[in-house]
């Protein structure tokens, strides 16, 4: 397998809708051309949580992936969000990826372990699964320490150690375990591509890691991907001007009450961009407070983020 190469910026962009809610193909077009044309810009990742993937029909999800990579003239690879929670599901899922034309496949942890916690084996089980069923090379995504399907440090070098697997993206949001396990992934597994996916303060993540597989990159690729080169070169003086020169869109976009308001503030941001013309979402999720938009919209031009060209 020849892996892709994701040592960059690789924004998981949001899936527009139109003001009655049908997905807005026109809008994918143009949000995925954009993309594209910004250089250091190594993929897009469809499906997931930004994209509010898991609240599309299954053929919605076909033609979300179709749209993206026809939006990019197959000049950079998709990657499709799987997500579905029993294996043989999830297996299936990736199939229809592949048919759709995505490259790879971002793993979710079944959703009964953000509760109940995994058995021992069970997700190395899942992802050797999902890739002889299906042939998509995979990330392997590493959730938060706070809740029960984070992965020990042994599991992850079980899952990266699988055929198939050459990617993982971390977002455990524990700097113990981070400063502790990234080092031994690293050491152990020198081929696996190392993205970081804390949106949230990507300053203290970005000096040991390959690239970035975020949200944030969809609203902010041009400052991120000069992040990303500043954090390689061990430029810190570099990389704290661009997070300081951010924050204020951090503050508004994932600085909220819930991270999930972060899908809907990464909307309005693309209206300030004068990408989308509004930010329609998908029930659960629910506009946000009157006046956000506002907020966010001065907190992109303080970060110097105008019409996108």
């Not at 993937?53 to 998709?78: N, S």
């Not at 009450?257 to 999720?285: C, D, F, N, Q, Y």
Request: proline content about 5%; hydrophobic content about 45%.
């Amino acid at each position: 397998m020849n892996a892709l190469d994701l040592r960059g910026l690789n924004p998981a962009p949001v899936t527009p809708f139109t003001r009655d809610g049908a997905v807005d193909y026109a809008a994918i077009q143009r949000l995925g051309r954009w993309l594209a044309s910004v250089d250091g810009v190594k993929s897009l990742t469809v499906l997931g949580h930004a994209g509010e993937g898991t609240f599309l029909e299954r053929d919605e999800q076909f033609k979300v992936i179709e749209a993206f990579r026809k939006a990019v003239d197959d000049k950079l690879p998709i990657i499709a969000g799987i997500t579905l929670e029993g294996t043989q599901v999830a297996a299936a899922e990736a199939k229809r990826a592949v048919d759709a034309g995505a490259s790879a496949g971002l793993v979710y942890p079944s959703h009964g372990w953000l509760r109940f916690g995994y058995q021992k084996g069970a997700p190395q089980d899942k992802y050797k699964a999902i890739f002889e069923a299906s042939g998509l090379p995979l990330i392997l995504f590493q959730y938060p320490d706070a809740t029960k399907c984070t992965y020990d440090l042994q599991t992850q070098l079980d899952i990266a150690a699988l055929p198939g697997v050459f990617a993982m993206k971390n977002g455990v949001r524990n700097m113990k375990r981070w400063d502790r396990e990234i080092p031994v992934i690293r050491q152990e597994r020198p081929n696996l591509q190392i993205l970081t996916c804390h949106d949230e303060y990507l300053l203290h993540t970005m000096f040991d890691v390959d690239g970035a597989l975020v949200g944030y990159g969809c609203i902010a690729p041009e400052p991120l991907v000069e992040m990303i080169k500043a954090g390689k070169a061990k430029d810190y003086k570099k990389a704290r001007e661009l997070h300081d020169r951010l924050l204020p869109v951090t503050a508004n976009v994932y600085h909220r009450g819930s991270h999930m308001e972060g899908s809907v503030a990464l909307k309005w941001a693309l209206v300030a961009r004068g990408i989308l013309e509004h930010a329609t979402v998908r029930s659960p999720l629910l506009p946000l407070a009157e006046g956000a938009e506002h907020e966010i919209a001065a907190a992109m031009r303080a970060a110097g983020l105008g019409l996108a060209q």
